[in-house]
């Protein structure tokens, strides 16, 4: 079966506020479960440690403020008579910034659990920060740099070989 040619179909409001809590609620199940069981085993099995117990906090906030912005973009606003007026921000939308807030919460979780094994996974969130720089750089300061470099126009020929004469004059 080919895929389907022509424009991709727009989604409704309502199917836009129904996927979007889907969404929020899977999400916020794996940021509980994740946290529950690290906690849970940690206590139990584990002895917890400062390490443990600071980066779990900084961990655990990290989910709560992912999960609230998501939580807040998507936020529809109703009518008195529970008409959708705006369906909030489309949580599933490719390329949108929701897909960033969700890959924040995957990898909170995933390292919160992998922190079970061993201490060292709390290196993966400084994929947080590296990832930050990289889409800074790839849309603010490549292009800004980018236009500063084509702002300057480039000599013609007749302008380049009188400058080389003055260039040889002067030694």
């Not at 079966?1 to 129904?18: L, R």
């Not at 109703?78 to 369906?87: D, H, K, N, R």
């Amino acid at each position: 079966m080919s895929p389907p040619k022509g424009k991709q179909g727009t989604k409704g409001a309502k199917q836009i506020v129904e996927e979007n809590t889907a969404t929020l609620s899977f999400y916020r199940n794996m940021a509980l479960g994740s946290t529950a069981a690290s906690l849970l085993l940690n206590v139990i099995f584990f002895e917890f440690g400062k390490l443990a117990v600071i980066m779990s906090v900084i961990t655990i906030a990290t989910l709560v403020a992912a999960y609230q912005f998501m939580a807040f973009m998507s936020k529809a606003k109703f009518s008195e008579t529970g008409a959708i007026l705006s369906s909030g921000n489309d949580l599933n939308m490719e390329g949108g910034i929701a897909e960033n807030a969700k890959d924040l919460i995957i990898l909170s979780s995933g390292t919160l659990l992998l922190t079970l094994l061993s201490n060292y996974f709390w290196f993966l969130l400084l994929l947080v920060p590296i990832r930050a720089v990289w889409m800074l750089w790839g849309s603010v300061i490549q292009p800004w740099l980018a236009q500063r470099n084509e702002a300057e126009p480039e000599p013609d020929e007749k302008k380049q070989r009188k400058m080389e004469r003055k260039m040889r004059r002067m030694r």
